[in-house]
């Protein structure tokens, strides 16, 4: 392998895990300005890695069908962590998509408020036994 693509490695890894970073910190345009200066050549893992992290973009933009596009170019990953976010990417960017309309607003299957299931108490909650919930009266 050539030199110059061998000192490039860290500088890749070090760029996808800054992407990481902004991403997590809701700074989606620096994390596409840094995905964006990433040059390969790319082992399979990275560009699985890269795609990835362009889907998240994708997602955080609200671009749920530009997400799928991107993760429908690559095979399920191999690597577990990969693939739990493969598959999570692909399961959120579906929904999205499928909640919304042409012009990008939500559908009538998608409702554009918070849902009422998410403000309720979890069902593990609303099982309590009988004998707890008449000593809290």
């Known amino acids: 392998m050539p030199r110059a693509s061998t000192r490039s490695w860290p500088r890749r890894t070090a760029a996808r895990s800054a992407a990481r970073d902004y991403l997590a910190a809701q700074r989606v345009d620096e994390a596409a300005r840094v995905l964006g200066q990433t040059q390969g050549p790319f082992s399979a893992e990275q560009v699985t890695e890269q795609t990835l992290l362009n889907a998240e973009v994708a997602l955080a933009r609200g ?4 997400a799928l ?3 429908n170019a690559i095979a399920v990953p191999t690597a577990a962590d990969q693939a739990v ?3 999570t990417l692909r399961a959120s960017a579906t929904a999205l998509a499928a909640g919304r309309q042409e012009g990008g607003r939500p559908g009538p299957g998608l409702p554009a408020a918070p849902h009422l299931a998410l403000l309720l108490p979890s069902p593990v909650a609303r099982r309590r036994p009988p004998s707890v919930c008449a000593m809290a009266s």
């Open 69 to 71: 596009r991107l993760l």
């Open 63 to 66: 671009q749920p069908q530009e």
């Open 85 to 87: 976010r493969y598959r």
